[in-house]
């Protein structure tokens, strides 16, 4: 066997086994809503039945009431009532409405051929085809043949005969209304459970997935745009939504109204119904085969639409980026392609479904009607033939009513074949391991942190950093320092257990972090970031979180100590006022001075500063430099620094390269080793009118 063989199998079992696990997984929570899909199911049963009823009126109506003048004799009687009809100064009564006892002075029959009925005085031998030769009707069976003498019936006289029907009819009628009203309101029930059910099982899924990916571990998204988280959680959901709101409805409502045809159908004719149910393996063979061939389209689509939102994500992101630089047509270009695959995939899906569905649905529909009329055969279709008129149109109309929920089945297994691979994906996502939740809380720790010999690589061998070594003391302000990529960003993600060392331990207040559930590691450290991050909502929820240990009262004092009242009490709503995504209508510093008014609410033990100044213009900084001061107070401060003149008064400065220290110390200390910090030191102050500055510093 070839590879591509070899490939192709295990790519079949493996989706195979997918495609049962997805199954299973949705069965589970529709089974947490298993009373009302249950009650659900009962009313669509109630409401079919009723409306499966009636054909068998139509029937009843036709053979007994509009057929049934023909069918039966009539008698002569002497008993006056609402069932009799007088005719040539007697009255006639149908047979089945003779009341036993009722004593028949004669018989007579009402035979119709053509356009005309006939009037005979008496009974026929056998019925058959019939033919008119004067006065005379005569009836053909085969070799046996026979003529009785008839009276043609006025219009007048043919209605007085139908007079005694026509309350049967209306009642008929009545009943059959009365059960589509009955059968209405049913069906109403049945959507609307269904839809209940369908949109809570929906809001579960989405809330699982959400609350998921806020415990999936950051490597995942280091791997995965944002735009592709959010297509699982918004288009994939609610591809899904489609499967439980449309898809199973109509499979539930296929289902038990085809069991109703088919019961309804052997009741009438055994032997024609049980061929009719050849129609049931042809629908599963083919449901086998649309499902293999669709579900590869499905895959790409999906993946394809994942793309394109991740594509949308990341052009809103960098629009200014776009614009500067003259990217728009390069970025069109390559969403272009994009679209245009899950253009032709789409088309493909499309013409697999005009080649397969509809075509289908008529080909079995025809084949089931030749089989009728091939069984019934070519006689059968006259009056006083092998069956009764009602009974061939009872049959024709559960044929068509049978190919209706086929016809909808059809037509949303491509919905079906799409929820099944969005919610493969969205199981994937939910399948990722996830942190544990730690219950509980844990006392405020103090701040002594201790790197011992630590090694770290994001890949197998390709070490970031390199037998890593520092202790931080509480209350310390240590200062990390280097060119992209010596490894200060990785060394905050361990400390937060981002990540975890491949070699080495992290020692907070002697206890190695490993042994530490994440969330209570978490919860005594803060940081704030080059590029803050504002949640949508006021100033005050961008302090506390919705955190309900935060009163209103720490809020405010947390912004007043770090110097941010001096602008919010000018603005219209004060701490009150709104804040968009990302707080775009604030300024960097204003935007800085609210994340450390947050990092300061929290109260956290280990604090860090990722480059918090590097975007702040002169003027602020002293305004933020002060504000860093009231935040660093009592707690361990990591600060990441381009600007090192924002680090001359930590307590120890580490100078990275290539993930290893290759300096530590003060300020003065690395001055006056005149090297790597020296050098930097040097190349930002400027070599004019600051060397003096610079000597200064390293000779004291």
């Known amino acids: 066997m070839s590879n591509q063989a070899k490939d192709s199998v295990q790519y079949e079992v493996v989706s195979e086994e997918s495609r049962k696990k997805t199954t299973r997984l949705l069965f589970q929570y529709a089974l947490r809503y298993k009373k009302t899909i249950a009650i659900a199911l009962i009313l669509l049963t109630v409401a079919v039945v009723a409306e499966l009823a009636g054909p068998f009126l139509a029937k009843r109506l036709i053979d007994n009431h509009i057929v049934g003048v023909d069918s039966y004799p009539w008698h002569i009687t002497t008993e006056q009532g609402t069932d009799t009809v007088e005719y040539g100064g007697s009255l006639y009564k149908r047979s089945d409405r003779m009341s036993a006892g009722e004593a028949s002075l004669g ?264 089989v009728m009329i091939w069984y019934f055969g070519g006689a059968s279709l006259g009056v006083g033939a092998v069956i009764s008129v009602g009974l061939l149109y009872a049959f024709v109309d559960y044929l068509n009513r049978l190919f209706n929920p086929v016809t909808d089945v059809v037509n949303q297994l491509a919905v079906l074949q799409q929820a099944q691979v969005a919610a493969e994906r969205v199981f994937e996502l939910l399948d990722e391991p996830g942190e544990e939740v730690a219950e509980g809380e844990i ?49 905050m993600n361990l400390l937060f257990r981002f990540y975890d060392p491949n070699k080495g ?17 978490r919860s005594h450290m803060g940081i704030v970031l080059q590029d803050p991050f ?24 947390a912004l007043k100590e770090v110097g941010a009242d001096s602008f919010i009490e000018s603005l219209p709503q004060g701490y009150d006022e709104p804040v968009i995504e990302k707080g775009s209508t604030l300024s960097a510093g204003q935007r800085q001075l609210i994340s450390f008014a947050r990092a300061l609410a929290f109260n956290p033990a280990i604090l860090i500063l990722d480059e918090a100044t590097a975007n702040i213009d002169s003027e602020t900084e002293a305004l933020i430099q002060d504000a860093l001061e009231v935040l660093k107070k009592g707690r361990t401060t990591f600060i990441i620094a381009h600007r090192l003149s924002t680090i001359v008064n930590a307590d120890q400065i580490i100078v990275l390269e290539r993930g290893e ?40």
């Open 107 to 370: 018989e007579a029959r009402i035979l119709q051929v053509g356009k005309t009925f006939y009037f005979l005085e008496g009974s026929i031998d056998f019925d058959g085809e019939r033919r008119i030769a004067g006065n005379k009707m005569i009836i053909r069976n085969g070799e046996q043949e026979v003529s009785y003498d008839v009276t043609p019936l006025s219009l007048s006289e043919l209605t007085s005969f139908y007079q005694p029907e026509i309350k049967y009819i209306v009642q008929l009628l009545a009943i059959y209304l009365g059960l589509l009203i009955f059968a209405s309101f049913f069906q109403y029930g049945k959507s609307y459970l269904l839809q209940v059910a369908a949109n809570r099982i929906i809001q579960n899924i989405r809330l699982d997935v959400f609350q998921h990916i806020q415990k999936v571990p950051i490597q995942y998204f280091d791997n995965l745009p944002a735009g592709k988280v959010v297509s699982r959680i918004t288009n994939d959901t609610e591809a899904i939504r489609e499967l439980y709101m449309k898809v199973l409805a109509v499979l539930f409502t296929s289902v038990i109204y085809m069991t109703g045809v088919f019961v309804a159908l052997f009741l009438l004719d055994p032997t024609l119904a049980s061929i009719t149910l050849l129609v049931v393996p042809f629908l599963i063979v083919w449901f086998i085969l649309y499902r293999k061939f669709a579900s590869r389209y499905n895959h790409i689509i999906r993946s394809r639409l994942s793309d394109i939102n991740g594509k949308i994500n990341e052009s809103i992101q960098g629009m200014r980026i776009i614009q500067v630089f003259r990217r728009k047509k390069a970025t069109n270009d390559e969403f272009t392609a994009m679209n245009d695959e899950h253009f032709k995939y789409q088309n493909k899906l499309l013409s697999l479904n005009a080649l397969t569905s509809h075509n289908l649905v008529h080909t079995l529909r025809n084949i089931a009607f030749v």
């Open 443 to 491: 006392e405020r720790y103090q701040g002594d942190v201790s790197f011992k010999n630590v090694w770290f690589a994001y890949k197998e061998d390709e070490y970031v950093l390199k037998n890593i070594s520092f202790e931080a003391k509480q209350g310390e302000t240590i200062a990390l320092v280097g060119h992209t990529g010596s490894g200060k960003s990785s060394i």
């Open 505 to 521: 331990s992290i020692v907070i207040h002697n206890q190695d972090i490993k042994n530490m559930p994440k969330q209570h590691l």
């Open 661 to 700: 220290i290759l300096e530590r110390g003060t300020h003065l200390d690395l001055l006056k080793l005149r090297g790597k910090y020296y050098q930097m030191y040097q190349m930002q102050l400027g070599q004019t009118g600051k060397e003096l500055e610079l000597t200064e510093q390293v000779s004291m």
């Open 534 to 557: 504002l949640f949508t909502g006021s100033i005050a929820s961008n302090v506390s979180l919705h955190d309900p240990r935060i009163s209103r009262e720490q809020v405010m004092k």
